[in-house]
């Protein structure tokens, strides 16, 4: 090919190229500087604009000495815990993503037609026999000749009979076992095709439906959620309160007893592996993060089992049946853990499962053939050749959640909760300091470069530990 | 591959084209401007208007279009075609009489909500400017824009709004320091509609004194926002209690609760007795304040006053169980919420119309929802009762139909005398029980003194106008004297639109003036406590020039929602909200050297000399100890 036309077919590339360069540069590297710029001034949009004379001034650092050790400091680093807090769910949520990709990988539906059926014809009688039960113990039965009219949540603001909102739960119930059941039975009979497009469905949907469609079910009072959990915490309840309340104290010593003799091993298993050279530090750090993650966990678990008995006594001392359901969206208690619960919910069956599924299809199947050969089992095949084989993927699903996270929950929070609940996250903030509180755009853009620094960092430190995850 | 590549980048732009000539051009028919000279055409008495409607008359004679009586039978002719064709007849009149096209008359764009009753407010505006100048204006509204943020990023790009709506104070003063408000103290002096003519407490809504201290104007009540307690008469007559007839404490109304809530059978099986009382309005209706009288330096929010109203509002929800709990109130909620206040409060005009709650604070606004409530379960059905009795050819049938159709197509609009007269006539005694009955009395406060916190829903002119198109601005003030002018006001005050700003046009001997039928059981909303309270008992919002309201509100609502939880005691809270309004206010002055200037001079202290987390012999020492202190001239912190 000539020097010529060489020339030629870039200069028709860069032609291409050049729409996209140039909305590039405007839109968003442009924005980008003009923000560090503002950044360093005391712009402010009711101050600084064409109807005014004052001159922006510029004051250095001054902005980022007042998010990070000045007036705005609480408030910039109580919203920063915020933010961290709504990243608790990621790992949770990468882990999910990892074990959906590995069901759906698998061969769970059997190939010939003849145990298709039958399995089918399991799924549906299990179906059944499942809907029925629950039709049985949450059906009110006959309608009592008196019933008064009350306000029905479901049902938004018709006046239905407490015996008509009984009859609504339950065929909710029934509906809900049916729905799993059909799931099941699509399973089988469509195999990972189905599954790959149901777990996927979130993700089509996610954003502002999402969001609404998890405030109904979070309502505290008559919220699918809650309705759920109602009879089964009642239930515990009940169960504590018929129990001498020393059994739990020692079922919490015990759980901790059990999960300290976990942890320790798993924390002994890790050093040998690094003194024999068999692992790395960063395998080695991430079993600590396990360790830690568990521990917490346990320690959880345990306190809850210790108070299990004074707060049954203290619920019935107020006149309850049971246990007050959680107040998801209006306490501050609840109102981050119900967000990050949604999280996980919405980021399980999304791209990180497709890019686990795409991992997972690269995986040469001549390493499991090997561990075949040498007798590894199901566990050993995972540990031994799946997860540091995905450890590339994983190593960019992290990175990539990380700046998500960081980014994350401004849609979340102004639907969901509308700052209130102390669940206001640094994105929310920008948004206030812009526009809704004084129009500070030389703060806001401020605490965005701070931001913006701090996912930096912690992209580098992903970087740094998790190459080396990669060459474990 | 090059000629595809080519060929996508040419449709693009032919794509680009037809989007910019076809889809984005407004559809403008005139159509509009024609129907208020219509409306007006009976009793117009500008000499050119009137000399074009009866020569327009005539034109249509030659026409040969049928004949009419009025004008305004055209605008609301059946035969849409027939309408069409004196709509046509009249612009190509218009364009040979005036050598101007219809088309091609100023249209004012106005940043509001997507309310039906502005198409009717805008339908007045042209008929009233035709008969006050002689001259057609157009006018749109721009729903999408109102939010204040758009609104000042628009106007600042100089693609805002000719006419900007905003609410109360805080909005008026961020506009203002933007720049983007335009000064109409002299021309609204000069036409009778200055500040002097609105409603005291809620001149702050729409003039801002400057720095010389003389209050200026700026914007003009669309309406005055409040809101007053509500409640079911059958309810109250059945637990045989009587509601007040002047303020009235919250113990007092608790009782009131206690009393239907005892009642077996009681209707609507009411779940709370009240509802919708916020932390802080129970506060400033115990008479806290943000701020001393008199200057806005530093909070006082920390006063017995605050911590009674705050308890008595906790006391409400959890000792008492007189009202619901946020996560019950959320429960109650059909759209679920956020927190107390925001959309929960949204729901309870929904909670309150199906009776389960009692009591509850709303506004005159919300007379729509009940009448949309009544017209559904009562009046229609009643009405196609009475007709299945009746021949198609009754007369009493007519007229039926009549109310009917207007009811279902706007139930605000009054109906003709003999329409309502009909229409009421059909409801039985069974009919009359089945519908809401709706009082209106006083807000409960803790001491029984009503308290209300006023503000104006205003709207104001974009400053650029000025600038760019003088023309436009004379049409931006008109539209400002007409929110002055008697038939704006009284459409306000007749369609429910909470009240109008105007003193002189809002209160009659009965209260707060309006239509003459309100529909049955809900007479109460021109009640004469909606008056009472702007005339006797409203206060205007309490704003400092060292803390946006924004921003006030986020530090104060950060510690009443623990309140609401339950999760901080009243004493707290009263103290953590007013420390934390004055941190954030030493903060603004220590970093603004005109704030400061302003403070120091104010309070006569040197800011420097305030020390944020001060311990005095293991006691903390607040900012305003500290402030007051030195403002005493008593030692030095």
């Known amino acids: ?472 | 591959m090059r000629a595809l590549l080519l060929s996508l980048f040419a449709v693009l732009c032919a794509l680009t084209v037809v989007a910019h000539t076809l889809v984005l051009p407004e559809e403008r028919d005139g159509g509009a401007v024609t129907d208020a000279y219509f409306a007006v055409g009976d009793d117009v008495e500008h000499p050119e208007v009137r000399a074009l409607m009866d020569g327009f008359r005539a034109h249509c004679d030659e026409l040969g279009l049928p004949a009419f009586g009025r004008f305004g039978e055209l605008v609301t002719l059946e035969d849409a075609a027939l309408r069409e064709r004196y709509r046509a007849a009249f612009a190509s009149y218009y364009e040979l009489q005036t050598g101007r096209v219809l088309t091609d008359t100023v249209r004012l764009v106005w940043s509001t909500d997507a309310n039906p009753a502005r198409e009717v407010q805008m339908s007045l505006f042209r008929a009233w400017h035709l008969r006050e100048y002689g001259q057609p204006v157009d006018i749109t509204t721009d729903p999408s824009n109102r939010e204040l943020t758009k609104s000042i990023v628009q106007s600042v790009a100089g693609a805002g709004p000719d006419i900007i709506e905003y609410i109360g104070a805080s909005e008026l003063r961020d506009l203002v320091d933007a720049g983007i408000a335009l000064d109409i103290t002299d021309y609204a002096s000069e036409h009778g509609f200055g500040v002097e003519t609105v409603f005291e407490a809620a001149r702050s809504g729409v003039a801002r004194a400057n720095e010389a201290g003389e209050m200026r104007l700026y914007g003009y009540p669309c309406n005055v926002g409040y809101t007053v307690c509500l409640y079911h008469k059958d309810q109250f007559a059945q637990a045989g209690v009587s509601a007040p007839t002047g303020g009235w404490t919250i113990d007092e109304m608790r009782r009131v609760g206690e009393a239907i809530m005892s009642t077996e059978g009681m209707v609507g099986n009411p779940r709370f007795p009240f509802m919708n009382l916020g932390a802080g309005d129970a506060a400033l209706g115990a008479g806290a304040r943000f701020f001393p009288e008199t200057t806005g330096a530093y909070s006082v929010y920390n006063s017995p006053e605050t911590v009674a109203g705050l308890r008595a509002f906790r006391d409400l929800m959890y000792v008492h169980r007189t009202m619901p709990r946020p996560a019950e109130a959320a429960s109650m909620s059909a759209s679920t919420a956020g927190g107390f206040g925001s959309d929960v409060a949204g729901s309870a005009p929904g909670l309150f119309a199906q009776r389960a709650i009692s009591m509850y604070i709303g506004g005159r606004w919300e007379y729509v929802t009940f009448a949309i409530a009544n017209r559904d379960r009562v009046i229609v059905p009643a009405i196609d009762r009475r007709l299945s009795e009746l021949t198609a050819a009754d007369p009493e049938a007519a007229l039926l139909r009549t109310a009917r159709a207007s009811l279902l197509r706007d139930v605000l609009v009054p109906l003709p005398e003999a329409a309502d007269r009909a229409y009421r006539a059909c409801l039985t005694e069974e009919d009359r029980a089945g519908l809401l009955h709706i009082g209106a009395v006083h807000v409960p406060t803790v001491t029984g003194i009503p308290y209300y916190a006023v503000t104006a829903r205003g709207a104001l002119i974009n400053r650029a106008l000025e600038r760019d198109d003088p023309q436009r601005l004379t049409y931006a003030l008109r539209f400002l004297r007409y929110l002055g002018s008697e038939a704006y006001n009284e459409q306000i005050n007749g369609t429910y639109d909470s009240i109008c700003g105007r003193v002189e046009y809002c209160v009659d001997e009965d209260g707060v003036s309006g239509p003459p039928r309100p529909l049955p059981g809900l007479e109460g909303f021109d009640a004469p406590v909606f008056t009472e309270a702007m005339l006797e008992y409203a206060d205007p919002w309490q704003l400092s020039p060292y803390i946006g309201r924004g921003r006030l509100n986020t530090l104060v609502n950060e510690v009443l929602e623990r309140v609401q939880a339950n999760e901080l005691t009243p004493e707290h809270a009263a103290a953590r909200a007013e420390e934390a309004i004055n941190r954030q206010i030493i903060a603004n002055v220590r970093e603004g050297a005109r704030l400061r200037a302003r403070w120091e001079r104010e309070t006569g202290i040197d800011v420097d000399a305030l020390v944020v987390g001060l311990r005095e012999g293991g006691e903390d020492v607040s900012l305003r100890v500290q402030i007051e202190r030195l403002m005493r001239g008593g030692g030095a912190s």
């Not at chain 1, 360093?40 to 980022?64: P, R």
């Not at chain 1, 990180?352 to 590894?376: C, K, R, V």
Request: negative net charge; glycine residues 10%; contains cysteine.
């Open chain 1, 1 to 472: 090919m000539s020097i010529g036309s060489n020339r030629r077919r870039l200069m028709w590339a860069l032609v291409f190229l050049l729409p996209n360069l140039l909305g590039f540069l405007v839109f968003t590297a442009g924005p980008v500087f003009i923000s560090l710029g503002m950044s360093l001034t005391d712009l402010s949009l009711t101050e600084h604009n064409a109807f005014s004379d004052s001159e922006v001034a510029f004051v250095g650092l001054d902005n980022y000495a007042k998010i990070l050790s000045g007036s705005e400091a609480e408030r910039f680093w109580g919203y920063m815990w915020n933010t961290l807090y709504l990243m608790a769910g990621i790992p949770v949520g990468i882990a999910g993503s990892l074990a959906l990709s590995l069901l759906i990988t698998s061969k769970i539906p059997p190939e010939r037609p003849r145990h298709k059926l039958r399995l089918s014809l399991l799924v549906v009688v299990i179906t059944a026999v499942s809907a029925w039960v629950v039709y049985q113990v949450t059906s009110p039965g006959p309608a009592p000749l008196s019933d008064g009219v009350v306000m029905s949540t479901e049902a938004g603001l018709s006046d239905l009979t407490a015996h008509e909102v009984s009859t609504i739960r339950s065929s909710a119930g029934v509906l809900g076992v049916a729905g799993v059941g059909l799931i099941a039975l699509m399973g089988v009979l469509f195999g990972s095709t189905f599954f790959r497009t149901a777990f996927y469905l979130p993700s089509l949907l996610a954003g502002v439906p999402m969001f609404l469609l998890w405030k109904a079910l979070y309502r505290p009072d008559g919220g699918l959620i809650n309705a759920s959990l109602d009879p089964v915490i009642d239930g515990v309840h009940g169960v504590v309160r018929s129990t001498p309340g020393v059994l739990w104290k020692v079922l919490a010593g015990i759980g901790v007893l059990v999960g300290a003799w976990v942890c320790l091993r798993m924390v002994a298993s890790g050093v040998r592996k690094l003194r024999d050279h068999e692992a790395g530090v960063a395998s080695f750090l991430g079993r600590l993060a396990l360790v830690a993650t568990l521990a917490l966990v346990v320690a959880g678990c345990a306190q809850v089992l210790w108070s299990l008995p004074e707060m049954a006594a203290s619920a019935s001392a107020a006149g309850q049946d049971g246990f007050d359901p959680p107040e998801w969206l209006v306490s501050r208690e609840w109102a981050k853990l119900a967000i990050v619960i949604m999280g996980v919910w919405l980021g399980v069956g999304g791209a990180n499962m497709l890019l686990y599924i795409a991992g997972i299809s690269n995986i040469p199947p001549e390493l499991y053939e090997a561990a075949d050969i040498d007798g590894a089992g199901a566990w050993q095949r995972f540990i031994n050749i799946t997860w540091p084989q995905l450890a590339p993927t994983t190593f960019f699903i992290v990175i990539m959640s990380t700046i998500g996270g960081l980014q994350g929950g401004f849609e979340q929070v102004l639907l969901m909760t509308g700052g209130n609940y102390d669940t206001t996250v640094l994105t929310y903030y920008i948004y206030q300091l812009a526009f809704t509180d004084g129009f500070q755009l030389g703060l806001a853009s401020a605490v965005a470069w701070v931001m913006f620094a701090l996912i930096f960092a912690m992209t580098l430190i992903n970087y740094r530990f998790g190459s080396g995850l990669t060459n474990d």
